[in-house]
Protein backbone atom coordinates (compact mmCIF):
# COMPACT_ATOMS: atom_id res chain seq x y z
CA UNK A 1 0.00 0.00 0.00
CA UNK A 2 1.59 3.02 -0.84
CA UNK A 3 1.83 5.33 2.23
CA UNK A 4 0.76 8.88 3.17
CA UNK A 5 4.53 10.35 2.45
CA UNK A 6 4.26 9.27 -0.73
CA UNK A 7 1.19 10.91 -1.62
CA UNK A 8 2.30 13.65 0.01
CA UNK A 9 5.71 13.70 -2.09
CA UNK A 10 3.55 13.33 -5.89
CA UNK A 11 1.33 16.26 -4.90
CA UNK A 12 4.21 18.56 -4.21
CA UNK A 13 6.71 17.20 -7.03
CA UNK A 14 3.42 17.70 -9.23
CA UNK A 15 2.47 21.49 -8.01
CA UNK A 16 5.90 22.52 -9.49
CA UNK A 17 5.49 20.38 -12.90
CA UNK A 18 1.93 20.30 -13.40
CA UNK A 19 -0.23 22.82 -11.55
CA UNK A 20 -1.73 25.49 -13.78
CA UNK A 21 -1.46 23.44 -16.97
CA UNK A 22 -3.80 22.46 -19.38
CA UNK A 23 -3.36 19.13 -20.58
CA UNK A 24 -4.58 16.92 -23.22
CA UNK A 25 -6.46 13.80 -21.30
CA UNK A 26 -6.73 10.85 -22.79
CA UNK A 27 -7.88 7.06 -21.00
CA UNK A 28 -5.59 4.25 -22.53
CA UNK A 29 -6.78 1.40 -21.06
CA UNK A 30 -10.51 3.03 -21.60
CA UNK A 31 -11.75 2.70 -17.70
CA UNK A 32 -11.45 6.87 -17.51
CA UNK A 33 -12.72 8.07 -20.67
CA UNK A 34 -15.39 10.27 -19.26
CA UNK A 35 -13.60 11.09 -16.92
CA UNK A 36 -10.40 12.53 -19.37
CA UNK A 37 -13.27 14.16 -21.49
CA UNK A 38 -14.43 16.28 -18.51
CA UNK A 39 -11.00 17.52 -17.74
CA UNK A 40 -9.59 17.64 -21.24
CA UNK A 41 -7.87 21.34 -21.98
CA UNK A 42 -9.10 22.57 -18.03
CA UNK A 43 -6.53 23.82 -16.51
CA UNK A 44 -5.13 22.25 -12.92
CA UNK A 45 -6.15 24.52 -10.31
CA UNK A 46 -5.48 22.80 -6.89
CA UNK A 47 -4.07 19.61 -5.63
CA UNK A 48 -5.10 18.43 -2.12
CA UNK A 49 -3.79 15.45 -0.36
CA UNK A 50 -5.98 14.12 2.42
CA UNK A 51 -4.00 10.87 3.80
CA UNK A 52 -3.95 8.12 1.00
CA UNK A 53 -5.70 10.24 -1.16
CA UNK A 54 -4.99 12.24 -3.86
CA UNK A 55 -7.88 15.26 -5.24
CA UNK A 56 -6.76 17.19 -8.39
CA UNK A 57 -8.74 20.00 -9.57
CA UNK A 58 -9.54 20.80 -12.75
CA UNK A 59 -11.12 24.65 -13.75
CA UNK A 60 -11.61 27.64 -12.66
CA UNK A 61 -13.09 28.32 -9.50
CA UNK A 62 -16.47 29.71 -9.80
CA UNK A 63 -18.02 32.86 -7.70
CA UNK A 64 -18.31 31.02 -4.23
CA UNK A 65 -14.58 29.36 -4.65
CA UNK A 66 -16.08 25.97 -5.41
CA UNK A 67 -14.69 23.52 -8.15
CA UNK A 68 -16.72 21.05 -9.52
CA UNK A 69 -14.21 19.21 -11.61
CA UNK A 70 -11.93 17.07 -9.16
CA UNK A 71 -10.31 13.62 -9.90
CA UNK A 72 -10.28 11.83 -6.56
CA UNK A 73 -6.98 9.28 -6.70
CA UNK A 74 -6.07 6.01 -4.46
CA UNK A 75 -3.18 4.03 -5.31
CA UNK A 76 -4.32 1.00 -3.64
CA UNK A 77 -2.47 -2.01 -2.75
CA UNK A 78 -0.84 -1.60 -5.94
CA UNK A 79 2.78 -0.25 -5.87
CA UNK A 80 5.25 0.04 -8.30
CA UNK A 81 8.17 -2.21 -9.34
CA UNK A 82 11.67 -2.72 -10.45
CA UNK A 83 12.04 -4.34 -13.65
CA UNK A 84 15.82 -3.55 -13.24
CA UNK A 85 18.11 -2.12 -10.97
CA UNK A 86 21.59 -0.82 -12.52
CA UNK A 87 23.22 1.95 -11.11
CA UNK A 88 26.77 2.86 -11.91
CA UNK A 89 29.40 4.77 -9.48
CA UNK A 90 27.49 8.41 -10.94
CA UNK A 91 23.98 9.24 -10.43
CA UNK A 92 23.45 11.12 -13.44
CA UNK A 93 24.48 7.77 -14.99
CA UNK A 94 21.70 5.73 -13.34
CA UNK A 95 19.58 3.95 -15.24
CA UNK A 96 16.08 2.88 -14.06
CA UNK A 97 13.35 0.72 -15.93
CA UNK A 98 9.74 1.15 -14.12
CA UNK A 99 6.48 1.03 -13.46
CA UNK A 100 5.03 4.03 -11.51
CA UNK A 101 2.01 4.82 -10.12
CA UNK A 102 1.82 8.62 -11.68
CA UNK A 103 4.88 9.03 -13.02
CA UNK A 104 6.16 12.44 -15.13
CA UNK A 105 8.25 11.79 -18.54
CA UNK A 106 10.21 14.07 -21.49
CA UNK A 107 7.68 13.53 -24.22
CA UNK A 108 10.49 12.20 -26.42
CA UNK A 109 10.97 9.47 -24.01
CA UNK A 110 8.09 8.61 -22.36
CA UNK A 111 7.04 4.82 -22.14
CA UNK A 112 3.78 3.78 -23.89
CA UNK A 113 0.58 3.40 -21.88
CA UNK A 114 0.36 0.03 -20.19
CA UNK A 115 -2.97 -1.92 -19.59
CA UNK A 116 -3.12 -0.30 -16.10
CA UNK A 117 -2.63 3.55 -17.12
CA UNK A 118 -5.89 4.69 -16.21
CA UNK A 119 -4.66 8.71 -17.44
CA UNK A 120 -2.25 10.19 -19.64
CA UNK A 121 -1.75 14.06 -19.65
CA UNK A 122 0.01 15.59 -22.67
CA UNK A 123 1.18 19.32 -22.21
CA UNK A 124 2.28 20.58 -25.62
CA UNK A 125 4.22 23.53 -24.55
CA UNK A 126 6.64 21.93 -21.61
CA UNK A 127 6.80 18.67 -23.85
CA UNK A 128 5.50 16.80 -20.49
CA UNK A 129 3.42 13.86 -20.14
CA UNK A 130 2.10 11.90 -17.23
CA UNK A 131 0.96 8.43 -16.72
CA UNK A 132 -1.55 7.60 -14.13
CA UNK A 133 -1.85 3.95 -12.83
CA UNK A 134 -4.22 3.57 -9.62
CA UNK A 135 -6.95 1.66 -8.16
CA UNK A 136 -8.87 4.57 -8.12
CA UNK A 137 -9.15 6.64 -10.49
CA UNK A 138 -12.69 8.87 -10.53
CA UNK A 139 -14.51 11.77 -11.71
CA UNK A 140 -16.12 13.38 -8.36
CA UNK A 141 -17.59 17.05 -7.77
CA UNK A 142 -16.89 19.15 -4.55
CA UNK A 143 -19.78 17.98 -2.66
CA UNK A 144 -18.61 14.68 -2.69
CA UNK A 145 -15.01 15.73 -1.91
CA UNK A 146 -16.02 17.22 1.15
CA UNK A 147 -18.34 14.06 1.99
CA UNK A 148 -15.15 12.06 1.36
CA UNK A 149 -12.61 14.57 3.35
CA UNK A 150 -15.11 14.47 6.09
CA UNK A 151 -14.49 10.27 6.64
CA UNK A 152 -10.91 10.64 6.92
CA UNK A 153 -9.28 11.66 9.88
CA UNK A 154 -5.96 13.65 11.36
CA UNK A 155 -3.48 13.73 8.67
CA UNK A 156 0.06 14.24 10.14
CA UNK A 157 1.50 15.71 6.76
CA UNK A 158 -1.46 18.46 7.02
CA UNK A 159 -1.16 21.65 9.28
CA UNK A 160 -4.68 21.72 9.71
CA UNK A 161 -4.63 18.46 11.90
CA UNK A 162 -5.84 18.41 14.81
CA UNK A 163 -4.49 16.02 17.47
CA UNK A 164 -6.89 17.28 20.57
CA UNK A 165 -9.87 15.95 18.62
CA UNK A 166 -7.89 12.73 17.57
CA UNK A 167 -7.10 11.96 21.04
CA UNK A 168 -11.02 12.57 22.20
CA UNK A 169 -11.77 10.53 19.15
CA UNK A 170 -8.92 7.20 20.35
CA UNK A 171 -9.90 7.23 24.02
CA UNK A 172 -14.07 6.58 22.92
CA UNK A 173 -13.05 3.86 21.12
CA UNK A 174 -13.30 0.18 22.01
CA UNK A 175 -11.00 -1.15 19.40
CA UNK A 176 -7.23 -1.69 19.62
CA UNK A 177 -4.60 1.34 19.38
CA UNK A 178 -3.36 -0.91 16.48
CA UNK A 179 -6.51 -1.27 14.70
CA UNK A 180 -6.68 2.60 14.79
CA UNK A 181 -3.67 3.70 13.56
CA UNK A 182 -4.52 1.64 10.49
CA UNK A 183 -8.18 3.04 10.37
CA UNK A 184 -8.09 6.24 8.28
CA UNK A 185 -10.91 7.14 9.73
CA UNK A 186 -8.21 8.52 12.92
CA UNK A 187 -4.86 8.37 11.40
CA UNK A 188 -5.05 9.35 7.89
CA UNK A 189 -1.85 8.19 5.53
CA UNK A 190 -0.10 5.88 8.58
CA UNK A 191 0.35 2.06 6.93
CA UNK A 192 1.65 -0.75 8.34
CA UNK A 193 5.25 -0.07 7.81
CA UNK A 194 4.70 2.84 10.34
CA UNK A 195 2.30 1.33 12.76
CA UNK A 196 4.71 -0.84 13.78
CA UNK A 197 7.60 1.45 14.04
CA UNK A 198 5.38 4.22 15.77
CA UNK A 199 3.81 2.03 18.38
CA UNK A 200 7.37 0.34 18.90
CA UNK A 201 9.17 3.83 19.36
CA UNK A 202 6.26 5.28 21.68
CA UNK A 203 6.95 2.21 23.61
CA UNK A 204 2.89 1.10 23.68
CA UNK A 205 1.57 -2.56 22.76
CA UNK A 206 -0.76 -2.82 19.82
CA UNK A 207 -3.55 -4.11 21.69
CA UNK A 208 -4.34 -1.97 24.20
CA UNK A 209 -7.56 -0.65 23.40
CA UNK A 210 -8.12 2.89 22.33
CA UNK A 211 -10.10 3.52 25.55
CA UNK A 212 -7.61 2.44 27.66
CA UNK A 213 -4.72 4.78 25.97
CA UNK A 214 -3.77 7.55 28.31
CA UNK A 215 -2.12 10.90 27.18
CA UNK A 216 0.67 10.09 28.30
CA UNK A 217 0.98 7.11 25.44
CA UNK A 218 -1.05 9.27 22.89
CA UNK A 219 1.31 11.96 22.77
CA UNK A 220 4.65 10.24 21.60
CA UNK A 221 2.02 8.06 19.41
CA UNK A 222 0.98 11.33 17.57
CA UNK A 223 4.65 12.67 17.55
CA UNK A 224 6.34 9.88 16.17
CA UNK A 225 3.46 9.64 13.62
CA UNK A 226 3.78 13.57 12.66
CA UNK A 227 8.15 12.99 13.13
CA UNK A 228 8.45 9.49 10.77
CA UNK A 229 6.00 10.73 8.09
CA UNK A 230 7.77 14.01 7.66
CA UNK A 231 11.06 12.42 7.74
CA UNK A 232 9.38 9.60 4.94
CA UNK A 233 8.69 13.01 3.23
CA UNK A 234 11.53 14.36 2.56
CA UNK A 235 13.66 11.14 1.98
CA UNK A 236 10.98 9.35 -0.11
CA UNK A 237 11.83 6.16 2.25
CA UNK A 238 10.41 4.68 5.54
CA UNK A 239 13.43 5.21 7.54
CA UNK A 240 11.99 4.76 11.26
CA UNK A 241 15.68 4.49 13.06
CA UNK A 242 17.34 7.54 14.58
CA UNK A 243 20.79 7.73 12.72
CA UNK A 244 21.98 8.77 16.04
CA UNK A 245 20.98 5.69 17.99
CA UNK A 246 22.03 3.27 14.61
CA UNK A 247 25.70 4.62 15.28
CA UNK A 248 25.66 4.00 18.68
CA UNK A 249 24.15 0.29 18.49
CA UNK A 250 27.03 0.05 15.90
CA UNK A 251 23.62 -0.78 13.13
CA UNK A 252 24.83 1.79 10.40
CA UNK A 253 22.74 0.39 8.16
CA UNK A 254 19.45 -0.46 10.38
CA UNK A 255 16.88 1.49 8.32
CA UNK A 256 13.16 -0.11 10.74
CA UNK A 257 13.06 -1.93 13.94
CA UNK A 258 10.34 -4.27 14.00
CA UNK A 259 8.77 -4.41 11.11
CA UNK A 260 9.37 -7.81 8.78
CA UNK A 261 12.45 -8.52 11.37
CA UNK A 262 12.67 -11.26 14.04
CA UNK A 263 14.63 -9.55 16.09
CA UNK A 264 14.48 -6.33 17.60
CA UNK A 265 16.81 -3.53 15.81
CA UNK A 266 17.04 -2.05 19.53
CA UNK A 267 17.48 -5.15 22.24
CA UNK A 268 18.13 -8.07 19.60
CA UNK A 269 14.90 -9.39 21.80
CA UNK A 270 12.24 -11.56 20.00
CA UNK A 271 9.47 -9.76 17.92
CA UNK A 272 6.29 -11.20 17.75
CA UNK A 273 3.66 -11.26 14.73
CA UNK A 274 0.21 -11.91 14.34
CA UNK A 275 -2.66 -10.99 12.22
CA UNK A 276 -5.11 -8.52 13.04
CA UNK A 277 -7.60 -7.50 10.50
CA UNK A 278 -6.10 -9.21 8.10
CA UNK A 279 -2.77 -7.39 7.98
CA UNK A 280 0.37 -8.80 9.89
CA UNK A 281 1.11 -6.95 13.28
CA UNK A 282 4.55 -6.63 15.55
CA UNK A 283 5.46 -5.84 18.44
CA UNK A 284 9.43 -6.66 20.59
CA UNK A 285 8.91 -8.56 23.56
CA UNK A 286 10.87 -6.86 25.73
CA UNK A 287 10.15 -3.08 23.85
CA UNK A 288 7.09 -3.40 23.95
CA UNK A 289 6.25 -6.44 26.88
CA UNK A 290 2.47 -7.00 27.24
CA UNK A 291 2.84 -8.69 23.71
CA UNK A 292 4.25 -11.67 25.96
CA UNK A 293 1.86 -12.18 27.98
CA UNK A 294 -2.14 -13.74 26.75
CA UNK A 295 -4.98 -11.98 25.54
CA UNK A 296 -6.45 -12.67 28.94
CA UNK A 297 -3.35 -10.79 31.22
CA UNK A 298 -2.95 -8.13 29.00
CA UNK A 299 -5.71 -6.05 30.62
CA UNK A 300 -4.14 -6.80 34.30
CA UNK A 301 -0.85 -5.99 32.73
CA UNK A 302 -1.78 -2.01 31.16
CA UNK A 303 -3.65 -1.79 35.39
CA UNK A 304 -0.34 -3.13 37.32
CA UNK A 305 1.53 -0.89 39.52
CA UNK A 306 4.63 0.39 38.89
CA UNK A 307 7.88 -1.47 39.65
CA UNK A 308 9.72 -0.34 42.85
CA UNK A 309 13.52 -0.56 41.83
CA UNK A 310 16.22 -0.75 44.32
CA UNK A 311 20.14 -0.42 44.76
CA UNK A 312 21.28 -3.82 43.45
CA UNK A 313 24.31 -5.34 44.46
CA UNK A 314 23.96 -8.66 42.10
CA UNK A 315 23.71 -6.52 38.82
CA UNK A 316 25.38 -3.11 39.68
CA UNK A 317 24.38 -0.54 37.01
CA UNK A 318 26.48 2.80 36.53
CA UNK A 319 25.49 6.01 37.81
CA UNK A 320 24.14 7.35 34.66
CA UNK A 321 21.49 5.03 33.79
CA UNK A 322 20.88 4.99 38.49
CA UNK A 323 20.11 8.54 37.96
CA UNK A 324 17.23 8.27 36.43
CA UNK A 325 15.65 6.08 39.44
CA UNK A 326 16.09 7.54 42.44
CA UNK A 327 15.39 3.76 43.91
CA UNK A 328 18.92 2.86 43.04
CA UNK A 329 20.58 5.96 44.23
CA UNK A 330 23.04 5.36 47.53
CA UNK A 331 22.22 8.59 50.32
CA UNK A 332 25.21 10.35 48.76
CA UNK A 333 24.25 10.63 45.41
CA UNK A 334 20.63 11.63 46.38
CA UNK A 335 21.76 14.72 47.90
CA UNK A 336 24.05 15.44 45.00
CA UNK A 337 21.07 15.20 42.69
CA UNK A 338 19.54 17.26 44.63
CA UNK A 339 21.47 20.01 45.23
CA UNK A 340 22.17 20.05 41.50
CA UNK A 341 18.51 20.70 41.34
CA UNK A 342 18.65 23.70 43.59
CA UNK A 343 16.66 21.28 46.35
CA UNK A 344 16.49 20.70 49.82
CA UNK A 345 19.07 18.01 50.77
CA UNK A 346 17.51 17.55 54.54
CA UNK A 347 15.66 13.95 55.54
CA UNK A 348 15.74 10.73 55.93
CA UNK A 349 17.15 8.21 52.74
CA UNK A 350 13.40 7.65 51.83
CA UNK A 351 12.25 11.61 52.13
CA UNK A 352 14.93 12.12 49.83
CA UNK A 353 14.28 9.97 47.46
CA UNK A 354 10.59 10.77 47.38
CA UNK A 355 11.75 14.49 46.86
CA UNK A 356 14.19 13.72 43.84
CA UNK A 357 11.15 11.29 42.37
CA UNK A 358 8.42 14.22 42.88
CA UNK A 359 11.18 16.74 40.68
CA UNK A 360 11.47 13.78 37.68
CA UNK A 361 7.91 13.43 37.74
CA UNK A 362 7.40 17.52 37.47
CA UNK A 363 9.84 16.97 34.57
CA UNK A 364 8.74 14.52 32.76
CA UNK A 365 5.04 15.63 32.53
CA UNK A 366 6.25 19.06 31.34
CA UNK A 367 7.83 16.69 28.56
CA UNK A 368 4.85 15.31 27.98
CA UNK A 369 2.61 17.72 28.03
CA UNK A 370 5.05 19.44 25.20
CA UNK A 371 5.35 16.47 23.06
CA UNK A 372 1.84 17.22 21.13
CA UNK A 373 3.21 20.37 20.24
CA UNK A 374 5.26 19.09 17.09
CA UNK A 375 3.63 20.58 14.38
CA UNK A 376 1.95 18.87 11.75
CA UNK A 377 2.35 18.99 8.08
CA UNK A 378 4.91 20.13 5.93
CA UNK A 379 4.95 24.07 6.22
CA UNK A 380 8.44 23.86 8.07
CA UNK A 381 10.17 21.62 5.21
CA UNK A 382 11.98 23.62 2.40
CA UNK A 383 12.98 20.13 -0.16
CA UNK A 384 12.63 16.89 -0.35
CA UNK A 385 14.91 14.00 -2.20
CA UNK A 386 14.20 13.88 -5.74
CA UNK A 387 12.34 10.83 -6.96
CA UNK A 388 15.55 9.35 -8.64
CA UNK A 389 17.99 10.16 -5.37
CA UNK A 390 15.16 8.18 -3.33
CA UNK A 391 15.28 4.97 -5.71
CA UNK A 392 18.82 5.30 -5.31
CA UNK A 393 18.75 5.35 -1.76
CA UNK A 394 16.90 1.82 -1.78
CA UNK A 395 18.86 0.51 -4.30
CA UNK A 396 22.14 1.08 -2.52
CA UNK A 397 20.17 -0.34 0.56
CA UNK A 398 19.50 -3.40 -0.96
CA UNK A 399 15.89 -3.18 -1.07
CA UNK A 400 13.45 -2.93 -3.60
CA UNK A 401 10.17 -0.73 -4.10
CA UNK A 402 8.21 -3.26 -3.34
CA UNK A 403 9.00 -3.20 0.46
CA UNK A 404 7.28 0.31 0.62
CA UNK A 405 5.17 0.93 -2.55
CA UNK A 406 6.43 3.94 -3.96
CA UNK A 407 4.05 6.65 -6.30
CA UNK A 408 6.36 9.06 -7.67
CA UNK A 409 8.61 8.56 -10.48
CA UNK A 410 10.21 11.63 -12.85
CA UNK A 411 12.30 10.10 -15.43
CA UNK A 412 12.20 13.96 -17.52
CA UNK A 413 16.19 15.04 -18.24
CA UNK A 414 15.62 17.80 -15.07
CA UNK A 415 14.14 15.18 -12.53
CA UNK A 416 17.07 12.66 -13.46
CA UNK A 417 19.85 15.12 -12.66
CA UNK A 418 18.03 16.75 -9.62
CA UNK A 419 19.13 15.30 -5.75
CA UNK A 420 16.53 17.50 -3.71
CA UNK A 421 13.47 18.81 -4.66
CA UNK A 422 13.25 22.47 -3.32
CA UNK A 423 9.55 23.30 -2.12
CA UNK A 424 10.28 26.87 -3.47
CA UNK A 425 12.54 26.85 -6.13
CA UNK A 426 14.45 24.98 -8.75
CA UNK A 427 15.03 21.24 -7.81
CA UNK A 428 19.20 21.11 -7.05
CA UNK A 429 21.18 19.53 -9.14
CA UNK A 430 23.44 16.50 -8.70
CA UNK A 431 26.58 18.58 -9.50
CA UNK A 432 25.77 21.35 -7.06
CA UNK A 433 25.63 20.00 -3.70
CA UNK A 434 26.59 16.64 -1.82
CA UNK A 435 23.40 15.94 0.26
CA UNK A 436 24.07 15.05 4.10
CA UNK A 437 24.64 11.14 4.81
CA UNK A 438 21.98 9.82 6.74
CA UNK A 439 23.91 7.35 8.81
CA UNK A 440 26.64 9.71 10.08
CA UNK A 441 26.33 12.92 11.65
CA UNK A 442 28.10 15.80 9.58
CA UNK A 443 29.57 19.27 9.97
CA UNK A 444 27.31 21.59 9.07
CA UNK A 445 27.45 25.42 8.11
CA UNK A 446 24.49 27.79 6.92
CA UNK A 447 24.71 28.49 3.23
CA UNK A 448 21.12 30.03 2.38
CA UNK A 449 17.58 31.08 3.97
CA UNK A 450 14.41 30.39 1.69
CA UNK A 451 12.60 33.41 1.04
CA UNK A 452 9.48 31.75 1.83
CA UNK A 453 10.06 29.80 4.96
CA UNK A 454 12.57 32.28 6.13
CA UNK A 455 14.53 28.85 7.36
CA UNK A 456 18.05 28.27 7.56
CA UNK A 457 19.43 25.52 5.01
CA UNK A 458 22.76 23.21 5.59
CA UNK A 459 25.35 22.11 3.23
CA UNK A 460 26.87 19.02 4.50
CA UNK A 461 30.82 19.25 4.81
CA UNK A 462 32.19 15.96 5.36
CA UNK A 463 34.10 14.06 2.53
CA UNK A 464 32.03 10.60 2.93
CA UNK A 465 28.13 12.10 2.26
CA UNK A 466 26.41 9.82 -0.08
CA UNK A 467 24.60 11.24 -2.62
CA UNK A 468 21.13 9.90 -1.96
CA UNK A 469 19.73 12.93 -1.05
CA UNK A 470 17.91 11.88 2.03
CA UNK A 471 19.07 13.87 5.22
CA UNK A 472 19.51 13.08 8.34
CA UNK A 473 15.85 13.18 11.18
CA UNK A 474 16.16 16.67 12.41
CA UNK A 475 13.80 18.97 14.45
CA UNK A 476 12.80 22.44 12.59
CA UNK A 477 13.09 25.44 14.37
CA UNK A 478 9.42 25.94 15.01
CA UNK A 479 9.55 22.48 16.22
CA UNK A 480 12.47 23.20 18.65
CA UNK A 481 10.77 26.28 19.50
CA UNK A 482 8.21 24.20 21.26
CA UNK A 483 10.36 22.26 23.40
CA UNK A 484 9.23 18.93 21.56
CA UNK A 485 11.35 16.24 21.72
Known amino acids: MVEGHSCHRVAEAHKKTLLNKKFKAISPNKRFTDGAKAINQQPLSRIEVHGKNLFYFFGAPKEDGRVDTIVHIHFGMAGSKYHADIFSSSLHACQLTMTAEFATHDASTAPDPTETTRLRLEHADSQLVAHLSAMTVRLIDSAVYKAKVDELGEDPLRSDANPEALFERVVKSKKSIGALLMDQGYFA ?28 QF ?8 LLLQRGFECGSILTVDPEEAEKLNKPQLRRYIYNQKHCGRCDGRVTAWS ?25 AVN ?13 EPLEQRRLHPGKLKLAELRTELLQLGLDTKGSKATLRQRLSAAHARTQASSKDQSVLVKPGLAHIVSMASATAAAREKQLAGEGRHVEHVADEDTTQQGKMAVRTSLYQTPVMAREVTPPSRVRRAARKPCTTSPSSKRQLYTDTSKDSSDTGCPPLRRSKRQASTGAA
Open 304 to 316: AGDVRVFESHCAP
Open 276 to 300: MHARTCYACVACQPVSSLSLELQKA
Open 189 to 216: GVGNIYRAEILFKAGVHPEIKGSAITRA
Open 219 to 226: NPIWQHSV
